[in-house]
């Protein structure tokens, strides 16, 4: 293990000299590397502090656009009619070609106005623009059904008071997903159905207090990835739909399970075919 984690650490390093020699656009790891150098930090924790960073980044993006769109796939195969809706909305939008950044724009959504929101908000839910948002409600859905991670957390930097709760500096304070997802004083009665439906008019129309949907976090932590994950469960979601038909296997097993992520324990199988 030890000698994993020493050569990971020294391959990130070399591709940080790499990076340093060339001339290229500024990266998200330039970036990294120009916060490390302007700060009080010496070398080792210079360079721990890009490697650990490069970790953080890396580690998300493995598994984590993955996961929900196979969770959307699943319950599209459950539910024909939405993916019929799915079908023909990218089969307009995209006609026959590989999904672009233009045609993928079409389906973009919705933004919220930064002065209308005490938090620093950047998933882009709020406002819908466009009307060919079917497959961005079906997505909404799934993370709310299916959320990645099960709790956000955040630690109390100073004394404060929460809910009525005396929250004492340094205390972890967990939010539980489900709970704000299941609660169906928040989203009505039908809050265990999958209906995309509800995202018709945006967070806002789809629950009582739109600020406890965040799938990608809140504020300056917030997901760094959402907007290429979003991107990334579109593309999947759009090629798939637009070509094959699917169904869930008899031998699907629905048994979500907690390991980092909310992950099927024994994957899904679909019974797939060609439109
Ligand atoms: C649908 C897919 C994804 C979901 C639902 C998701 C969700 C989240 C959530 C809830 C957080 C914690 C935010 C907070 O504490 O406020 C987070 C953090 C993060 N995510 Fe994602 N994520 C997704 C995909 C990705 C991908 C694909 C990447 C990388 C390419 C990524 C990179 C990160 C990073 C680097 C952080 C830590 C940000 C920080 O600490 O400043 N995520 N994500």
């Not at 593309?235 to 980092?260: D, E």
């Amino acid at each position: 293990m030890w000698r994993l984690e020493k050569e990971i650490h020294t391959l990130i390093l070399k591709e940080v000299k790499r990076n340093e020699e060339t001339d290229s656009e500024k990266n998200i790891l330039q970036m990294l590397i120009e916060v490390a150098k302007n700060s009080y930090l010496g070398q080792a924790e210079t360079d721990n502090f890009v490697v650990d960073n490069c970790k953080n980044i890396c580690f998300p993006a493995y598994e984590n656009g993955a996961v929900p769109a196979i969770w959307t796939l699943m319950l599209l195969a459950l539910y024909p009619e939405w993916q019929d809706k799915i079908r023909a909305e990218v089969l307009e939008i995209f006609n026959g070609q590989l999904p672009s950044s233009a045609m993928l724009n079409k389906m973009k959504t919705v933004s919220l106005k930064p002065s209308e929101h005490t938090f620093s908000y950047s998933f882009d839910a709020f406002i819908l623009t466009g009307k060919s948002w079917q497959l961005t409600m079906v997505i909404y859905e799934s993370l709310r059904l299916y959320p990645l991670g099960c709790m956000l957390t955040r630690e109390a930097v100073r004394e404060t008071r929460f809910g009525g709760v005396d929250v004492p500096k340094g205390v972890s304070i967990w939010v539980m997903m489900m709970t704000l997802y299941e609660d169906p004083n928040i989203w009505g009665t039908d809050v265990l159905k999958f209906n995309p439906e509800r995202f018709g008019n945006g967070i806002n129309g789809a629950c009582k207090v739109p600020h406890v949907y965040i799938p990608f976090g809140t504020g300056p932590r917030s997901c760094l990835g959402q907007h290429f994950a979003m991107a990334e469960i579109k593309i999947i979601i759009s090629l798939l739909a637009s070509n094959f038909t699917f169904s869930l296997s008899p031998k699907y097993r629905h048994s979500p399970v907690m390991n980092l992520i909310i992950e099927p324990e024994f994957g899904v199988d679909l019974l797939v075919r060609k439109v």
